[in-house]
Structure formats: structure tokens, C-alpha cells
């Protein structure tokens, strides 16, 4: 006759680095499940720092959330929404500009949302890679991903990504790399005409 096995109960109150350990995953599977690394739907009287990024307020860079808002944190390699009704705040990881010398900072907006967008090098892209193909339609290999969110200055984008790998990095030529779903997602809740600062 089959006994199922028995192994001994631990018990995680008195065993402090299986308690850290349990805790750790959990989190890493909620984070994982999440639309966004730190999506909340919320009073707008609560505030909270969430996943490490740094903490930022829109008050401090708008002086309205009319239309929404969107600051695209260099430094802390992040994208963070408010609906306009400031009930929604989202915070997507992000790849960031390599360099200063191809960061732009500073007061802009979505100007287009384009789905399954074409991607084209930039001028300046094409010089100083000149194998770099002339255009790369929608697919897999597309550089912007699924989503692409035009700003008002010429080559700057919020987009998906085609290596996840990216994410988090300073990887992009000025543009800001969301997952493809995080874009997906941040997509479908912005307009043309949404307010936009980089930091």
C-alpha cells in the first residue's frame, strides 16, 4: 500500500531564513503577475513608494493632471502615469537613453500613438551605423515592440522593446523601452495631448 511521504513541519515563525526565502518569492511572483511593476488603483489620498523605484509626485513637475501625466525618470529607470481623475498611478521599468549625450530633459507630450509601429533609424543612427536597415516593419524584431507613443520632439519615443534584456538598462538612443505588455497597457489609458516630463 502507497504512503505518501512525510517530511517534518517547519515551522517559518522560528526559522527566520525560510520566513525570507518564502517571503521573497511570493514577492518576486506577484511582481511577475503585475500589469505593471507598481500598479495601483487607489484613493488618491494614498501614497506609497513601491518596488525601489524612487519616489516622485506629479505636483512637483505639473501644474494640473488634466489629460493625465507621465514623468519618464532617468535616473531611476522609470515610467510613471496618473489618470487624469489621479486615481490610477502606474510605475513601468524602463530602459533609459546610454548617455547624457542622447538624453533630451525637460517639458513635452504624446503627440501620436501608433500600434504595430514601423521602426526607421534616425539620422544620426544611420551615420553612425550605416548597416542599420532603412526600415523594419511590425514584428518580433521591430526595436519599438508593439506600441509606440511619439513625443513632440523629433525621434523621441515611449515604446515596447524587442529584448526584454533591455529593460532596466541604459540601452536606448534617447527613447524610453517599456515591456511590451507595460506599453500595451500604458497605451490604452493615454491620449494625444497627455502632458509629459523627463527627469
Known sequence: MYRKPQFPRIDTATNPIRRRLLGLSAAALTLGALPAV????RPATTRRNTAGFRSVEWQDHFESLRYGAIICDTSSMAVHYWSEDERTNLVYPCSVPMSENFSR?????IT???RNPIWIPTPNM?????DLPEMVPPGPDNP???R???LSWQ???IHGIDNPAKVGRRAS???FGLFNHHVEDLFDRVRVGTQVVVI
Do not use: S, V
Open 173 to 175: 538612443n534617447g527613447c
Open 148 to 150: 509606440a507613443l511619439n
Open 112 to 114: 501620436l500613438k501608433r
Open 38 to 41: 507598481a500598479l495601483t488603483e
Open 155 to 157: 525621434y523621441y519615443r
Open 144 to 146: 519599438m515592440g508593439t
Open 105 to 109: 530633459k525637460g517639458r513635452t507630450e
Open 126 to 130: 544611420r551615420r553612425r551605423d550605416p
